[in-house]
């Protein structure tokens, strides 16, 4: 019996050991990976790729800043409106057209959303130069691209693709 508790007890050292170990190996991973280009965040990637001017930046933080500010409350419309269609699930009986309703309303306001963006980044590559602005469609390319679907998984053409 000695001889049976001596083995569990170090099979459970053991195991406790290759716990902590694996969580501090997954935290590590963690952390880089939630770093930006080597810990850069977009902005700063940007400004050093288009060798942005102090004035640029300036602009652009403002200009970042009042879109924020207007998107604020599209994006609180977006999920309340969500919110509610999904909220039709604990209904029993459901009609497809309160559905379709919900659907269209958050399909509207996606579409404002989208409009607005569009133009921030309009105004946003009109801050540049010529040169600049190549850049700087390069770059918006490359961050479109880089993008996952939901939840963090490749979209379908990233998994078509591998």
């Not at 952390?31 to 652009?60: C, H, N, V």
């Not at 699930?89 to 309703?101: A, F, G, W």
């Amino acid at each position: 019996m000695k001889g049976s508790n001596k083995f569990l007890t170090i099979a459970v050292i053991l195991l406790l050991l290759v716990n902590v170990a694996m969580l501090v190996f997954m935290l590590k991973g963690k952390r880089r990976g939630d770093r930006k280009q080597g810990g850069k965040a977009p902005f700063e990637m940007m400004a050093k790729e288009l060798s942005m001017t102090e004035q640029q930046q300036t602009q652009f933080r403002q200009m970042k800043e009042e879109h924020f500010s207007a998107m604020r409350p599209m994006f609180d419309s977006i999920r309340a409106l969500k919110k509610s269609l999904f909220n039709l699930v604990k209904e029993e009986n459901v009609n497809d057209s309160l559905v379709n309703r919900h659907s269209t309303l958050i399909a509207e306001q996606q579409a404002i959303v989208d409009k607005t963006s569009i133009n921030h980044f309009r105004k946003v590559r009109a801050l540049f130069t010529g040169d600049q602005q190549s850049k700087f469609d390069t770059f918006m390319q490359k961050m479109i691209e880089r993008r996952k679907g939901p939840g963090g998984k490749p979209d379908s053409a990233e998994r078509k693709r591998d």
